[in-house]
């Protein structure tokens, strides 16, 4: 069965400390990771889309990566305004698998 | 560009009713997925709706239905209704759908059953 694991569940950083989000997965035949941000209340908001191992993307602070079984958001000096749940996505043969998310808190 | 709109935002129940809730989604595309989230279970995966066809559906009860409209408009319907089922009800849209490309997420309704 499809899975996607997101870790650590909550994370706290000062404003200015980089880290970085994990999201491992297995899955059959991946058509595409997703990364989305959301906030209270609201729908997630799409960041990034990954469809092979070794592809990388940028956003301002964020980056993401893709290996064979994870994917990670490097956050970059983090601001107060990056405090969200991330979500990763995964896309297989039978559907669209989230996982739990990471709630990132920002303090300045 | 407008974005992913879902009517009502919040809606409230009670336990034996039914309830159907409303997606119009970005000018242009095809797709509507629908997803429930709770704090326990997270994002689900309900169903997905391309050019009036339900594509792919998720595991959940036959209780929960939904239907595309010509305009790719999208309604879903979850009828006798449980305590179970208050979540925050999300659509997205796509071009082209799951698999294919993006999805954009709605605001969302947050159903809540008495």
């Known amino acids: 069965e499809d899975q996607v694991t997101q870790s650590p569940e909550a994370l706290r950083l000062q404003e200015g400390e980089s880290s970085s989000l994990n999201c491992s997965y297995t899955v059959s035949g991946l058509r595409g990771l997703f990364w989305y941000r959301q906030d209270p209340g609201k729908g997630p908001e799409f960041l990034f889309t990954l469809y092979s191992a070794g592809e990388e993307k940028e956003k301002e602070r964020l980056k993401a990566t893709l290996t064979k079984k994870e994917s990670f958001l490097h956050i970059t000096a983090p601001k107060p305004e990056d405090s969200a749940t991330y979500l990763c996505?995964?896309?297989?043969?039978?559907?669209?698998?989230f996982g739990a998310g990471t709630r990132l808190t920002v303090k300045p | 560009k407008a974005g992913v709109t879902q009517t009502p935002r919040y809606l409230i129940k009670t336990r034996g009713q039914q309830v159907t809730l409303s997606c119009s989604p970005i000018?242009?595309?095809?797709?509507v997925s629908w997803y429930q989230q709770t704090p326990g279970q997270g994002l689900q995966f309900l169903f997905e709706y391309f050019s009036e066809t339900q594509r792919n559906k998720g595991n959940f009860p036959g209780r929960f239905s939904g239907r595309q409209f010509s305009n790719s408009r999208s309604e879903m319907n979850v009828s006798t209704l449980e305590l179970g089922d208050s979540a925050l009800y999300l659509c997205?849209?796509?071009?082209?759908?799951?698999?294919?490309?993006?999805?954009?997420f709605g605001p969302g309704t947050r159903l809540t059953v008495l």
């Open positions: 996505a995964v896309d297989g043969l039978n559907d669209m698998r």
């Open positions: 997205a849209s796509s071009l082209n759908g799951q698999g294919r490309d993006t999805q954009y």
């Open positions: 000018s242009g595309h095809r797709s």
